[in-house]
């Protein structure tokens, strides 16, 4: 499974952007779907994730300003990311939970990663 990310850029503060993120390869099931990030000389941080069944959960620091939504046809995922921040600026990084066959334990994989520079 391969993970490819785009939507990352530079936006001003208090701008729009959104991520994409698409799932290739030998997709069986796709279960939960999600974004960190990761800041200069920070750790990497959940920003928000979508079960299959479409539930999400979102960081306090993104609450209200960022949703999260997934296409199951497409093996894709969106962050929709309004007023955004300067302290938003970092890496951003899908991640997705995926089993290969019935009865298997779901394996996680991460993309590559996409920067978010948001500039005061």
């Known amino acids: 499974v391969q993970l490819q990310a785009s939507g990352g850029g530079l936006v001003q503060s208090g701008g729009s952007l959104r991520l994409s993120c698409t799932a290739s390869?030998?997709?069986?099931?796709?279960?939960?779907m999600g974004w960190y990030r990761q800041a200069p000389g920070k750790q990497r941080e959940l920003v928000a994730t979508?079960?299959?069944?479409?539930?999400?959960e979102f960081a306090d620091s993104v609450k209200g300003r960022f949703t999260i939504s997934r296409d199951n046809a497409k093996n894709t995922v969106y962050l929709q990311m309004n007023s955004l921040k300067p302290e938003d600026t970092a890496v951003y990084y899908c991640?997705?939970?995926?089993?290969?066959?019935?009865?298997?334990?779901?394996?996680?994989?991460w993309g590559k990663g996409t920067l978010v520079t948001v500039s005061s």
């Open positions: 390869g030998s997709i069986f099931s796709i279960g939960v």
């Open positions: 991640n997705v939970d995926h089993v290969a066959t019935t009865g298997a334990n779901a394996i996680n994989y």
């Open positions: 979508i079960s299959s069944s479409g539930r999400t």
